[in-house]
């Protein structure tokens, strides 16, 4: 069944790999992101790639009048989540960056999904969730223990939609 799906930080590497195959399974993609890591022009490759070009808009998560603007205009099915700073070295050094982009970012994204009345999201964690797990392969019953700043920055987001789901179980 064709859906329309919004890809946050959908110019990033795997945000653009999930784009290119979510139109190869013939889905409506369109891809915000505020460019910090990656380019516009990634939606060019896509396009390349894929044959067809997704809906664009360099939004940052953390500007709710955009994001409520895109929700009001576009009917989305489904938000993938890839937005976020990612770098466990510069999230010791800049924790309040993390903590503002990654979790508040992302709790202004989770209130305009609802408020447009979409619930359904594929976030992408992290194994640093786990902090040093005491052996390997990670299971996803492993206790949660975040040793840092981006760590604990996923952990929390997991812990919001946790908590968003339990509250409504239209998430």
């Known amino acids: 069944m064709k859906q329309a799906i919004l ?11 999930t784009a290119v195959e979510l139109m190869a399974a013939d889905h409506d993609v369109f891809i915000i992101d505020n460019l910090a890591n990656s380019k516009a022009s990634v939606v060019d490759r896509i396009e390349r790639i894929s044959g067809k070009r997704p809906g ?11 994001l409520r603007s895109l929700l009001s205009k576009h009917r989305f099915d489904a938000v993938i989540h890839f937005a ?5 070295g510069e999230s010791n050094a800049k924790p309040l960056e993390y903590f503002d982009n990654n979790v508040s970012g992302s709790v202004v994204l989770f209130e305009c999904m609802t408020e447009a009345s979409v619930r359904t999201i594929v976030f992408s964690s992290s194994a640093t969730v786990y902090g040093e797990p005491a052996s390997v392969p ?3 019953d492993f206790p949660l223990s975040a040793t840092n700043p981006y760590g604990r920055t996923k952990l929390m987001i997991e812990d919001i939609l946790r908590d968003a789901a339990n509250a409504d179980p239209g998430w």
Do not use: C, N, P, W
């Open 56 to 66: 664009f808009a360099q939004i940052d998560i953390r500007d709710r009048s955009a």
């Open 84 to 88: 976020g700073l990612k770098s466990v």
């Open 138 to 140: 990670i299971r996803e």
């Open 7 to 17: 890809i946050t930080g959908g110019t990033g590497y795997i945000g653009s790999h």
